[in-house]
Every structure is written in C-alpha cells, then in structure tokens.
C-alpha cells in the first residue's frame, strides 16, 4: 500500500525544492490529529537522505525528537529542554552517511519554555546542511518566535473520495471502504488504523448506539450507560472517556453530514440521533471540545461526564 493518500501538492512542493536545491531549514507542518503530517515529512525526509523509509529509525544522519514516556509507560507532558540540547549537538556534527541531516520534532507545540529557547537558537543558527521538520498539531500554541523562523505548511484533510478509492484498490469491501472514508473525514490515519484493526472501527459503531439509547432518556439513565467509566480511577477513567469523546465527536460530525443530504451510511445507525436539531448538535460538540480539555485538569472526572450528559437531549 501507498505510505500517503493525497497531499499531492505538499509532495510536489518538496520534490521541485529538492530538485532545485531551495530546501528551506526548517519548516513547520501544521494541521489535525491523524491527517498524515508525519508520513509527509517521513517520505520526504527518506528522499532527502537517499534511502527508504523503513531505514529512518536506523539512519545516523536522520533524528526524531518525541515526548518521552514515564515509569507508568504514559507520555510525559513536554518536550524537554534536555531532549533539544542533544538535537543541538546532533545538527551541530557534519553528517555521517550522507551530505544532510535531519531533525524532527513531534508535537513541536509541546516544547516547554525552555526547551522552546533551547531550540530557538538552533533556528537563528542553522547548519547548512541540517533542514528541521516540526509537527504541529495545536499551532496557537507554538511560539511566535519559533513559527516566524519556520516555514509553515499546512497540512488538511484530504478528499473523501481519495480514501475510498485507496481502499477499493486494496480490495477492501464497497460498503466498508464507503463507510469507513466517510467516518474518517478526511482524516488518513485514522482511516488506516481501522482497516488494520476493524475492532476500532466497530467501537465508532458502538457509540452511536451508546448516543442513540440516551436520547430523550431520563439523566440518571444515561449517566448509568456510563457508570463503568466514571467509576474508574485515575489515568485510566480519564483515557477512557477521551476516546469515547473522540468517538462521539466523530459520530456527531457524521450525522450533520446526513442531516445536510450529504453521505448516507450503510453500516452506522444513527437513526434516534436524527432527532436532534442541527443547533442541539452544535451546542453537544462544543461541550464534548470542552470537556475533551478538562480531561487534562484536575476536574473530577464524574462532574465533566455529567456536564456532557445533560448537553444530550
């Protein structure tokens, strides 16, 4: 299968500067939650370095910087100002194997202040043979001295179309490439991490019928729909719920497709939510955005669950 669906236009960018040799040193792609920005900055990196993609990892000359995990195995909450001191020691030597380096930051927005200074010096002093990419998925919160310094490419959703036809070509079945690409909106890695496990895609399935039973149903009804979750401790409660946002959101951005006359799906029932109004899905959406950050606040968590249960008609 291919590595990218769509983004034609980023690649080609790339591509003509490459073969131009107008490669900037740092760019900065910006844009949602599995719409591919790292399998862009992979490939092209793979073909800045003149080797294939599954040799990245190993590559001396190619560096990848992510938050790192914890004891508890959960990803730390920064980026840290120690983990950019050894980029700046990696961009400072002349390449190894090949006549470039390569930096990656992932989730370039999670730099703490320190690390953001740290790394803003190696932007106001680039080697000439290093070229930077950030990942970005939250660009507010990058600072302004670093995206000025950046050139920034901004990476959207791609056709629906696109996805389903990728996943017909690779003999999936008509009804669930169609389904699929339409739950996906866009969205690329989201649309592949179901196809490799359908189980996920069955939970999306789920919820929707977790939302249709809640409709129109007394408050201590749906708050029983979900005691499993909020009777949960800690990290994994609060995961937990984040996914089913996640899913709902999904599930609602779906039905004001349908409601609009533009998808109708063959294997997701929605059919009590289409009760809703358009402005009551709207209103449910901003609480579920909402709640989504008061997940990562010390807000109890029965108290963000019944805030978004009462938004429910």
């Known amino acids: ?15 003509s500067s490459l073969n131009n040799g107008n490669l ?46 914890n004891d508890k195995g ?14 700046r020691k ?6 190894y194997k090949s006549d470039h380096k390569i930096l990656v930051i992932q989730e370039g927005e999670k730099m703490n202040k320190s ?12 080697a000439e043979y290093t070229t930077i990419f950030l990942s970005v998925l939250d660009e507010g919160l990058l600072p302004d001295t670093i995206a000025s310094r950046s050139q920034n490419i901004y990476v959207r959703p791609v ?21 699929v690409s339409l739950a996906s909106m866009g969205l690329q890695e989201k649309a592949k991490k179901w196809i490799k496990d359908e189980n996920e895609f069955e939970k999306i399935k789920q919820e929707s019928e977790r939302l249709n039973e809640m ?23 609060r995961g937990q719920s984040q996914q089913i946002f996640s899913q709902w959101q999904i599930v609602l951005q779906l039905l004001l497709m349908e409601k609009t006359g533009q998808i109708a799906l063959n294997q997701i029932n929605l059919s009590s939510l289409t009760e809703i109004s358009y402005k009551q899905i709207k209103e449910l959406l901003e609480e579920l955005k909402e709640a ?20 429910i008609p």
């Open 159 to 179: 056709a629906i179309e696109n996805i389903k036809s990728y996943l017909v070509d690779n003999n999936y079945d008509q009804d669930f490439a169609e389904d």
């Open 90 to 95: 990696f961009v400072s030597k002349q390449p």
């Open 115 to 126: 690390a953001a200074n740290a790394f803003l010096k190696t932007l106001e002093e680039p």
């Open 24 to 69: 900037s040193h740092a760019y900065c792609l910006i844009g949602p939650k599995d719409v591919g920005r790292m399998g862009i900055i992979r490939q092209v990196s793979s073909q800045i370095l003149g080797i294939s993609i599954s040799e990245l990892t190993s590559h001396p000359d190619f560096r990848l910087v992510r938050r790192q995990k």
């Open 1 to 15: 299968m291919k590595d990218i669906i769509g983004h034609n236009k980023i690649l080609d960018f790339f591509k």
């Open 215 to 237: 409709v129109d149903q007394p408050f201590f009804k749906k708050l029983n729909s979900i005691k499993n979750i909020h009777e949960k401790s800690g990290q994994t409660g």
């Open 292 to 311: 989504k950050k008061k997940l990562h606040q010390n807000i109890n968590l029965k108290l963000i669950l019944e805030q978004v249960l009462l938004k």
């Open 74 to 87: 959960n990803k730390k909450k920064n980026v840290t100002v120690d983990q950019i001191r050894e980029s």
